[in-house]
């Protein structure tokens, strides 16, 4: 079915994902929704590709919805929120057209429509078109050049990293072919370079998933060949509307003008600095809404925290622009004005949006002005640099963002020492967990009113792992519920619970929530995958994997026993631990962190200094000699005051009630605890200390595997030993000897093999000397030698210069090897007399190289340098002459 040729071609944005969405649905194409930025893959924190929501599709987990399909996603990347508005083209929010088939057409078919969409859909020139294959893709190549007509010259092969899809190290991949629209295709078609983005910009991706990776790596031909498309609407919008970047569209450019109008300014008079914050504000401003239109509320935790660090960049490029009052509510406005069309939630949620800007802009401009002020009187001093202690003071004092504060010293031509502030951040995590609140681990939002209405959780797990309990209240992807069913991600709240929730160094829980029979083929299946604590209410955060849960329903509770049996055994272990070195290193040991998971345990403690290898074996031994003596624990609550007069250690960052649960291994170890644990020290079974390494000034940390955990980590370790073995043909107790000896050989034959290199680097050399020119009273020699290395180049230039006497200046330029362009070397070597004359050879080595493309230096009389420019060699050295009859002519 060709396009047809009375169909008005598409302009605004609206018209143009509508083409394209019409123009596959006539051709046997299911029109999908969008489908929500909060995507149902766990894997990820939000929609980031048109293909995201049909991932379990091409995975094999999950049917298709039709053989073919075609959407307009939404999306939101952050991670180069840095080039926003400073690039034509990079987005935080931007929609992804896509043709899917799921074993239906496959190459010939999706680049024939592909080319029929872009040619006469839109009406593209194909004199303004350039495609891109795989290296290896022949068939790719071949369609577009007999089938579609495209000149051999426009077809550019590209390497795996820029055309060749993968789901991830192992599963569906194939080679993938894009369409790039050229700005400039008077320049020609020879040397044609894609990664000119001020000629190209590429907006169509055919993704050919043809192959199965398995884990060696080896690809084999699918039975069902699908293809996965992805069109970019602002660069389409780009090129169809003839303005110079995606702002300028009518899908940004509408929210660009609001936010001028608000801050009384005209967009096309302003500078370049001014232009990019309302891009800014442009871009964010859909972001934000549509964020928040999909259940996303602010936070400092995952996608509540992209959505935070939007609105705050928005209202902080606003201040820049002279918007000295809250407009977020104006800017939401205008947003849901320009976008209900395509999505009319926008409408249905205006008021959770309006409300949520509201809220969070009245909350950053108090931050901010305070943040504003403290570092205005830092940039006052003049520093070079934004300290880390001022970068973290302002964070964790005033809550004001570090991305900000990054912003501002960028403004002022400065950088934040950013190493200092994460070593300010993990000192104050070590201090106290109460003084972390910047960090806010908790849970935000909606589950934070709920859990502020309720009563604390009754914690039944120390006795048992299985009962009923009642649901108390449900959030749904971020939004108070009364109903959830099959795929929600879900927190839950119950009357009482057997699940351990995360507290004192221990992970939550985890298990499964079942119909209330407790049957599995009841319907019901909860997966808990994690159990925090908000106000000493229990939050049960999981996803539905079957069935549908409903407030007031009883359920039956069910912890992952393994699980629970893995972390009680490193919590015991733990405890053994702190015992074990404040015996060895002394009391003046103190904890400053911790944690006990399934599969591990970490323990920060204050130290000045590393531990030996002997006091790691003394802690080891003194732990295991503890678990083989087979204690009971004794638990138990006692008053705060008895229990410390007892001599119980206290949890680090733990506060306590007048009561207090006392966890005591007699004659060993007595701490404040509430978290699970052995009944008796031999049930951990065995314990080993992995690492020990420094994580701040005057903390340590002991990581350590203990119990069933320990089964896996010792396996790995055996396995490597085997291979090594294997590898060395020796027994496992000669590892060590046979590795020392190869070392020691190797060391002794690359010390062999430097010096025959210097050798023949400078039997290469030694017929140079007679090319040596005669300056005055000085010798020039100036001579590539190529297919020796640094050192060897260096040997050789010292030997002539010494060959050549004191009044000689020898300048070699070499690639060490020949068929590398990639790698130069250049070394200078200037007699006594040439120094004297005022020519240093670092100095002058280090511009030479630079013509090369690299640099370096050295002394005066002998310096090295490199560079990255093979081809710009011999130039170089042409250039190194006439600089040295320069300096040395008139002499």
């Not at 990820?44 to 073919?68: C, D, N, S």
């Amino acid at each position: 079915m060709a396009a047809d040729p009375t169909r008005p071609r598409p302009r605004s944005g609206a018209e143009i994902r509508e083409a394209f969405l019409s123009f596959y649905e006539e051709r046997g194409h299911r029109r999908m929704a969008s489908a929500s930025l909060v995507p149902e893959d766990p894997t990820v924190l939000l929609t980031i590709a048109g293909m995201l929501p049909f991932k379990p599709v091409f995975l094999g987990q999950a049917a298709p919805p039709a053989p073919r399909a075609t959407s307009s996603q939404k999306c939101i990347r952050t991670n180069d929120i840095e080039n926003v508005g400073r690039t034509a083209r990079h987005h935080t929010f931007f929609e992804m057209l896509g043709n899917f088939s799921f074993g239906d057409y496959f190459k010939e078919q999706a680049i024939a429509w592909a080319w029929e969409l872009i040619t006469e859909g839109f009406g593209l020139d194909p004199a303004h078109l350039v495609v891109s294959v795989f290296r290896d893709d022949d068939e790719a190549a071949a369609i577009w050049r007999d089938a579609v007509g495209v000149n051999p010259k426009r077809i550019i092969r590209m390497d795996e990293a820029d055309n060749f899809w993968a789901s991830g190290p192992t599963g569906p991949c194939g080679p993938c072919s894009e369409i790039y629209y050229d700005f400039h295709p008077e320049r020609g078609d020879d040397a044609i370079d894609l990664e000119d983005d001020g000629r190209f910009i590429e907006f169509y991706n055919l993704v050919f998933m043809q192959y199965n990776r398995d884990a060696a790596g080896a690809l084999t031909p699918l039975a069902r060949r699908s293809i996965d498309t992805g069109m970019g609407l602002e660069r389409m919008a780009q090129i169809l509307q003839k303005v110079p970047n995606n702002y300028e569209t009518d899908l940004i450019y509408p929210l660009v003008e609001a936010a001028a109008a608000l801050a009384g300014l005209d967009y096309p008079a302003l500078d370049t600095r001014a232009q990019t914050s309302l891009k800014v504000i442009g871009d964010h401003s859909r972001a934000i809404t549509l964020l928040i239109a999909d259940g996303v509320t602010a936070s400092n935790l995952g996608r509540g925290y992209v959505l935070r660090r939007l609105l705050r960049r928005v209202v902080r490029h606003g201040r820049l622009l002279g918007i000295d009052r809250p407009f977020l509510v104006a800017m939401g406005e205008a947003a849901i004005a320009l976008m209900a069309a395509a999505y009319p939630q926008l409408l249905e949620r205006r008021e959770v949006i309006l409300a949520e800007l509201v809220r969070e802009e009245a909350r950053f401009l108090d931050t901010l002005e305070r943040g504003e002020k403290l570092l205005a009187e830092v940039l006052a001093t003049r520093p070079e640099r934004i300290s880390g202690d001022a970068a973290f003071e302002l964070y964790d004092t005033y809550g004001f963002p570090l991305e900000l504060t990054e912003e501002i010293a960028e403004e002022h031509g400065l950088t934040v020492d950013l190493e200092g502030f994460e070593a300010a951040m993990e000192r104050q995590r070590q201090r106290a967990k109460a003084a972390a609140v910047s960090i806010d681990l908790t849970l935000q939002g909606a589950i934070d009113q709920v859990a502020a209405a309720l009563a604390p959780t009754h914690f039944r797990g120390y006795e048992a792992l299985d009962q009923a309990a009642c649901v108390l209240a449900l959030v749904v992807n971020g939004e108070p519920a009364t109903l959830a069913t099959a795929g929600d991600a879900v927190q839950i709240v119950l009357d009482s619970t057997p699940f351990y929730g995360e507290s004192g160094g221990q992970v939550g829980d985890r298990g499964l929530l079942l119909a209330g029979d407790a049957g599995v083929e009841a319907g019901l299946i909860v997966r808990i995958d994690a159990v925090s604590r908000n106000r000493s209410v229990f939050v049960h955060g999981g996803r539905i994997e079957r069935g549908t849960l409903a407030v007031g329903e009883v359920v039956q509770a069910r912890v992952d026993r393994s699980c629970r049996r893995r972390a009680q055994a490193h919590h015991t272990a733990t405890h053994l631990l702190q015992a074990a070195l404040k015996q060895v290193i002394g009391d003046g040991v103190s904890q400053a962190g911790s944690l006990v998971d399934v599969d591990r345990l970490r323990f920060d403690f204050h130290c000045p200094r590393a531990l030996t290898p002997a006091e790691l074996e003394q802690i080891e031994d003194l732990v295991n000699g503890w678990i083989a003596e087979a204690h009971p624990l004794e638990v138990g609550e006692m008053e705060l005051e008895r229990a410390r007069a007892a001599g119980a250690v206290a949890m680090f960052g733990e506060k306590y009630g007048e009561v207090v649960r006392v966890v005591d291994v007699p004659g060993v170890s007595m701490e404040l605890c509430g978290g699970t644990h052995v009944a008796n020290t031999a049930e951990i079974g065995l314990f080993r200390i992995v690492a020990e390494t420094g994580v701040a000034a005057g903390i340590r940390r002991i990581e350590a595997v203990a119990g069933p955990a320990l089964l896996p980590y010792l396996r790995e370790r055996d396995r490597v030993v085997r291979e090594l073995a294997d590898r060395f043909k020796a027994q496992p107790a000669e590892i060590l000897e046979r590795v020392a000896a190869q070392a020691e050989e190797l060391r002794a034959t690359a010390k062999e093999l430097a010096a025959v290199r210097g050798a023949l680097a400078v039997a290469k050399a030694s017929a140079l000397g007679e090319l040596a020119e005669t300056i005055g009273s000085h010798r020039l020699l100036v001579q590539r030698l190529d297919g020796v290395d640094g050192a060897g180049l260096q040997e050789a230039a010292q030997c002539l210069q010494q060959q050549l006497g004191v009044g000689a200046a020898v300048v070699l330029g070499g690639l060490p090897d020949p068929a590398e362009l990639g790698k130069v070397m250049l070394v200078a070597a200037f007699g006594a007399a040439v120094v004297a004359s005022g020519a240093k050879a670092g100095a002058f080595i280090g511009g030479i190289a630079q013509l090369c493309g690299g640099g370096g230096g050295g002394r005066p009389q002998l310096a090295q340098a490199g560079g990255r420019d093979g081809a710009a060699l011999d130039g170089a050295l042409v250039e190194a002459r006439r600089r040295l009859l320069d300096q040395l002519g008139g002499v």
